[in-house]
């Protein structure tokens, strides 16, 4: 099976850098993908690594090591709308996506 | 990217009642499906998966005589809540992937069920 650990509650000031952090075990993977989620809402994409190293995309980016079976999600320029919860996700082998449990983001000014 | 719908998006009910929730890719074939579900502050938990034409695959502790799921077409996908109870009060989400394991899931905007 597959399991996540990540940061249940992380608070950042408007403007800085965040990271949040994910391990995860599983037999099997085909990627680690992070998910955004605003309270009432359904999660969407926010990225995906299959191999290591850093994607970015605009103000998120993302890190895979798979040796380390670890990641993380990385929010630059805070902006008070990107307080949510970030969950990361991974499938292994011919299986549905995981999910972590989530980060709980709080940006305060 | 893909497009997922649900249908619908918010349903209140009496307690004993069924509800029927519509998943549906409007722009690629959805071979696989996966219903969610999600109780307030926490994760989404899997509750089962269905590949279009057969039986669906229900995760441990979820009853697959209440949560009837239906994968009739390569677009369409229903789960019914059979004898609805407040207890079955949740977000319920589908995703959709196309025809191979490396595919994208992709989400549907969810439903909210309260059972009363």
């Known amino acids: 099976g597959q399991s996540l650990e990540q940061p249940s509650e992380v608070t950042a000031v408007e403007g800085a850098i965040v990271q949040i952090n994910c391990t995860y075990q599983?037999?099997?993977?085909?990627?680690l993908s992070w998910y955004q989620q605003h309270d009432g809402g359904a999660p969407t994409f926010l990225s995906y690594?299959?191999?290591?190293g850093l994607e970015e995309t605009g103000r998120f980016s993302s890190f895979l090591s798979r040796s380390d079976s670890y990641g993380y999600l990385l929010l630059q320029e805070l902006q008070m709308k990107d307080s949510a919860s970030y969950f990361c996700?991974?499938?292994?082998?011919?299986?549905?996506?995981?999910f972590g449990k989530g980060t709980r983001l709080s940006v305060i000014a | 990217g893909a497009v997922v719908s649900q249908h619908p998006s918010r349903v209140i009910c009496k307690s004993g009642t069924s509800v029927k929730i519509e998943c549906r890719s409007l722009?690629?074939?959805?071979?696989?499906m996966f219903w969610y579900r999600q109780f307030p502050k926490q994760s989404l938990m899997l509750m089962a998966t269905?590949?279009?034409?057969?039986?669906?695959?229900?995760e441990q502790g979820v009853e697959k005589d209440k949560f009837l799921i239906n994968h009739a077409s390569l677009t369409l996908s229903t789960l019914t809540v059979t004898s609805a109870h407040p207890e079955d009060s949740s977000f319920y989400i589908c995703?959709?992937?196309?025809?191979?394991?490396?595919?994208?899931?992709?989400f549907g905007p969810g439903t909210r069920l309260l059972v009363l």
């Open positions: 995703s959709a992937r196309g025809g191979t394991a490396q595919e994208t899931q992709y």
């Open positions: 599983t037999s099997g993977f085909y990627g």
């Open positions: 690594n299959a191999l290591d």
């Open positions: 996700a991974v499938r292994g082998g011919n299986t549905p996506l995981v």
């Open positions: 722009d690629f074939q959805a071979t696989t």
């Open positions: 269905s590949n279009e034409g057969s039986k669906a695959t229900y």
